[in-house]
């Protein structure tokens, strides 16, 4: 099992929608999450950091924790084309010294 | 803030080559990191450094590869032999604390013939 894992995708949603998008983790005792944003020849970019369970929103961002699920979700509202890109979830470990990506979930928003 | 500093951004070298990559952290961050990535592997933590001493190196994949954070301001991650297989993107990250967000540099396109 990897220590993170999200579905690859591609995801594919209209423009105007809410696109979702799911990260388990393995190491039940992480205290740090974070999704980042990857456009196709560029670095990831924070777009949110969450640490509690429970929902924590920003703009048309929605991050989502239940670390009894060992689960955590981004929802983006009202998608838009430019929302296209990779979304990389990231989870620090017990101890808080590595951040481990998961492999990235492409989402398409289709105008 | 001028970001996270890295050169060179495209290196095409032949195999055997010594490859090395720089980096120049945020100022008054504490905390560097090497990823690599590709298609196949995503995105892969090789090493980091805590006040410039290196904290955790299992990621780094063999021991042609090495990496130096000689004071605050630089970091370098060399290969040697590089070999075709080691043609990725490579990023160099910093944060405040090894807990923070992770700032990204522009990354290096390393290709190896």
């Known amino acids: 099992q990897k220590e993170v894992e999200q579905n690859s995708g591609p995801l594919s949603v209209p423009e105007g929608a809410i696109a979702s998008l799911n990260c388990t983790y393995s190491?039940?005792?992480?205290?740090?999450f974070f999704w980042y944003r990857q456009y196709s020849g560029k670095s990831p970019e924070l777009i949110m950091f969450?640490?509690?369970?429970g929902d924590k929103e920003d703009g048309r961002f929605t991050a989502q924790l239940n670390k009894a699920s060992q689960y955590v979700s981004l929802l983006i509202r009202d998608s838009q084309p430019s929302d296209s890109a990779t979304y990389l979830c990231?989870?620090?470990?017990?101890?808080?010294?590595?951040?481990?990506f998961g492999a990235g979930t492409r989402l398409f928003v289709k105008a | 803030d001028a970001g996270v500093i890295q050169s060179p951004r495209h290196e095409v070298t032949e195999m055997g080559q010594e490859v090395t990559l720089r980096c120049k952290p945020i100022?008054?961050?504490?905390?560097l990191f090497w990823y690599r990535q590709t298609m196949m592997r995503g995105l892969e933590l090789l090493i980091y450094?805590?006040?410039?001493?290196?904290?955790?190196d299992s990621g780094m994949p063999e021991d042609r590869f090495s990496a130096k954070m000689p004071n605050a301001s630089f970091s370098t991650l060399k290969i040697q032999p590089s070999e075709p297989r080691d043609s990725a993107v490579y990023f160099c990250?910093?944060?405040?604390?090894?807990?923070?967000?992770?700032?990204f540099g522009p990354g290096t396109r390393l290709t190896v013939l």
């Open positions: 990250a910093s944060s405040p604390g090894s807990a923070d967000t992770q700032y």
């Open positions: 190491d039940r005792g992480s205290q740090s």
């Open positions: 969450i640490y509690s369970n």
């Open positions: 990231a989870v620090q470990n017990t101890g808080g010294f590595k951040t481990i």
């Open positions: 100022s008054g961050h504490n905390s």
């Open positions: 450094f805590n006040n410039n001493v290196p904290i955790d």
